[in-house]
């Protein structure tokens, strides 16, 4: 009963198979080989349009590095207040791009486009004292496992567009979002005004796989010196191509996607027929966020459930557990089995 | 007959089997799972000597975080002129810890206690304008194929010392030292006086597998935030534990070092028994640095061998090619096959 | 009628005078001349302890040097979140050290002990995600005017030092907290808890005259390569060591603010009797927030009133000004005449 | 006989006065007083050219702004090896920037543009290993006390424009270089292909005041976040713009420059005729290098003679010093006595 996070979860056959077949011959250093150079037109294929698409081993690395390649001095770069990248990611955003992270409010982890419009506002154009609005940023799906649609991000990309803003997704869980929101990949990135995806593959099945996409190839021209600058240029980067090539083949990314949010709705329906809990939010995929009595919490526990509690401050304070409550998050995999979800059902109401 | 670098070459047979078999579980996150915790006690026994160990993916990766984390304000790291992080890093060492480099000639890529001595000297205590001496780099092997001996290590630790430099040593290709020098990995190490090692699994044999080896552990205590903070904290952290685990049980890193050496012995009496090429310098494990007829050069090339040209500023001015010859550099690998040696060696003299 | 800020102000005649006859001589460049040596014995007798001084020319380069100088990888610094070093340093702090900025909330643009002892409890030790808190900064007087008493600066010390971070305070306006607060400079710093301070003299009557001072020497090893790194290191150093030194020869500071004060007190007393304005609260210096019609901020301006908005979220939300009124920042500074300020308050009530 | 450097000098009394006027008033902050803003005009008239000028207190920040302004990712800037940037910045060019340096040999501290030319072809096109060429930086005058000539400025230039560099002017002298060339400001800048120059007041008779001239404005537009972030954008700036009103006016920092100059060919005379020293090379401004027995050179000191042994590296090895001789550098300045210059020559025979 796995529910701590996805990123315990261990790799897809599909991808192990691939992975150690690349690893049997190697290839040409540093993303020469032919598995990495025909990603260019695997994504390109997927959403749609000529991307430029850069391997890199994790969702920090690609989160930072995508940011800062549109920072400039004084940069100031909108987010969630509770955005992966505020707090998560030990400050990798001030420390590659110098940026300063501006954190939004916001319910079930989203920023709204007039909120952001209204942080944007205080930013008035020229004044080098408060800095300048370089980025905005929203994860897809949220930190409180919502979805945006495309016309949220749409909306949102509007608001930045006006004032010159890039717009970057944090797309750590992409293929969730996709699969729940039912869209093209398109749809919810470049045609909704997204710059820069971070599109990650490891919580999905790969072992160590995100890739920067960038929707306008020509932002990109620095990222590939910026990248070997910060150590993410691998010198083997067939071993992380291998893992997409067979991760986005024939849908593959998809159907373990559909399985993790099938996990998920499922034990979102065991949680709301429980009695003894209930949801925090509906939850679009696989994230599912819960308030359980104390109680419950720990009896979950002792009988080998592991999750992680979560910060109360991501709801609204009328929402908030009461004392003898915890606020809990409990995520699912591609690896989560039904009889798991369906055993910690049964000690919901146990 | 690929001879262009050893990180062209895939992983061995162990370490995807090693690499498959975690990647069906996974596992803790963020490098709380069992693999990646025994890898403690695996490195203190390999250097005889409790250290700390940090995983990372690539060698400019644990570079890089190794030496920044020496880092401060002015501060002055040494290494040779054509030293991996000088020249091939793209200014790593300066993004991360604001370092200046400060490149020392020397031939066979070896830096010399009394050239580093002569070095240090030019920047006398407390002045803030030159800045000041925080670290000494050197490459076991080096860029051009040499080992350090123990004792050319402590020579150089010795000097460093005296100033209260942190020494680094650049082990991309460690195990070929270790395997040509015959000493037990602590004598060539910490017994010398090396503070921080980055110890390379990728190009003998694995796919990305970096470790930062601190040799006393409570220098590390800045390091798990600082490769947090540079997206060099992997989630799913076993991938490369599983890597090392394999790698190093039972020796098999040596022997893949062995062989890969013993490759580059057979290329090497090849090129000294042609008759049309020559050795540049007697190389000590994997790497054959050779001069050529540029005539010669394009048969090989013609003939489907794959290596690079090399600076001749590597060179002492007197042993440079003439007009018509070329420098090459020719890498084996553990999964170099006698028989393209062989034929290459035909080649030479056909 | 200039009420903009104190920084509008010139230097007083004291520290022309000094300033002028420095230059006429010049001395050793780089600090080593008499003046900027003497000052550390000044400003130990000062605080009544053996200091470091450090000097540099603005505000912000005292700051963020001062706080950079404990910042360590994945480091936090907490401060208002109305704070100078939050918003109006253009991201200052973030690109020299790598820092996230935290900002608290509390009124009148103070930071609580509680309020900061909550904000560290989010940041759990040795979780390198989440960063670690390195420093707390306060603001003495706060952007609102307001001074902390030497308790409060003792009570949020003590929070801080409970998780090992270092304390700072901008010491912009200094001067007016020393004399508004009635207290020996030493009682507000380092017997309160203080690390090291930015002890500003430009607003208070120098050109360009600030000060980073240490109370523990020791901490300041790296201050004086990172401050030349910075290119906050003057040649000519004397040229803000000769301001200083008269600044604050016999008094002479804390005569000029106890001027700036007492205009501020004049002021807002004429706002509080105008019938017209309001105090958003009693100033304890010489920053005076009022909340007054729209029309007669545009017919005070109309009469060559000098004087900006300031952004109502600093306020709390009941306290705000209605959709007719108009929230303004007044600034006395040690040049402010009496019959500029009577002629202001006549335009209240006229 | 103070020879140690021109910035132990003071300010002319020009400046002086200047500077106690505009003190006197204030003025609007953060360089919207009228001084400061009138210094676009004059900077405009002087080059000949529509300019973009910023202030800053330093050299290191005018270099090291200016030069950061042109970097990017895996930037590579090259000077000569022994520049300023390059050894006497505290490693300032690496912090802000992320650039390596890349120091070219050249007699007299000059880059020859055949050099440059040599040193980018190491830098192949899209090599992010290597990095890429991004600034060539020239010191006008050198640090041996030579100048370039237009032409030859205009020879780096044009090497430089072929890969897309930009080319910095490190004027830190820049007066005495003007004064001794005989030539208009704009002929041995932009006319010559100069981008971006830090434009020195410091050592020529102001007491802080730097200039970064933007030759192209449109270059210039991320220059103020930058310069406000790193702390270099003074409230006051009037006092650095009122000292360039000054020493700008009527020619008076020509008159300054040729005044040093004067003295220091003086100098230079001396040193020809006295049989017991020697010139290292002919100077072309204020800077004067020297090499005299170690007997004479302790008799100088000891006579209350003030100077700085110099890097014997900066000179050819067959021109080095003997064991028994010593290399140093002697400065005159707008203050320079000729009697302390014939005081000194006196004892260079006594």
Not at 48 to 60: Q, S
Not at 83 to 94: F, K, L, M, Q
Not at 321 to 335: K, Y
Request: hydrophobic share 45%.
């Amino acid at each position: 009963m796995i529910f701590a996070s996805d990123n315990w979860a261990g790799a897809s056959d599909k991808v192990i198979a691939a992975l150690a077949a690349a690893a049997r011959d190697g290839g040409r250093a540093y993303g020469n080989d032919d598995l990495t150079r025909g990603l260019t037109q695997r994504f390109s294929d997927l959403f749609e349009r000529e991307v430029a698409v850069f391997l890199v081993g994790t969702g920090t690395a690609a989160n930072t590095l995508g940011i800062a390649n549109f920072a400039r001095p004084g940069g100031v770069v909108f987010c969630h207040r509770h955005a992966h990248i505020n707090v998560d990611e030990a400050g990798a955003s001030e420390f590659f791009g110098g940026a300063k992270l501006v954190g939004i409010e916001g319910r079930d982890g989203k920023v709204k486009a007039e909120a952001l419009a209204q942080a944007i506002e205080r930013y008035p154009e020229g004044n080098v004292h408060y800095g300048r609005p370089v980025v905005a940023s929203v994860s897809e799906i949220t930190e409180l496992g919502a979805t945006y649609s495309p016309a949220e991000v749409s909306a949102i990309a509007t608001v930045a567009r006006q004032r010159g803003l890039a717009v970057h997704m944090d797309g750590a869980r992409f293929a969730g979002a996709v699969a729940s929101l039912g869209v093209r990949p398109c749809e919810v990135t470049w045609k909704a005004g997204v710059d820069v995806l971070s599109f990650g593959g490891t919580k999905g099945g790969c072992l160590a796989a995100e890739a920067v996409v960038f929707f306008n190839p020509a932002d990109s021209r620095d990222f590939g010196f910026a990248r070997q600058r910060a150590g993410h240029g691998f010198s083997k980067a067939w071993f992380i191509a291998a893992q997409f090539d067979a991760w986005l083949d024939h849908g593959h990314w998809l159907d373990l996607a559909r399985h993790a949010n099938a996990m998920g709705a499922r034990l979102a329906r065991a949680i709301q027929a429980s009695g003894t809990a209930r949801l925090a939010l509906v939850p679009a995929a696989n994230e599912v966020f819960a308030i359980l009595p104390k109680i419950l919490d720990a009896r979950l526990k002792a009988a080998g459930a592991m999750f992680h509690p979560w910060s109360v401050e991501t709801l609204p304070p009328e929402e908030r557990p009461g004392p003898d409550e915890a606020f809990v998050r409990l995520i699912t995999s591609f690896q989560t089995r039904a009889e798991d979800v369906d055993r910690f059902a049964a000690l919901l109401t146990g």
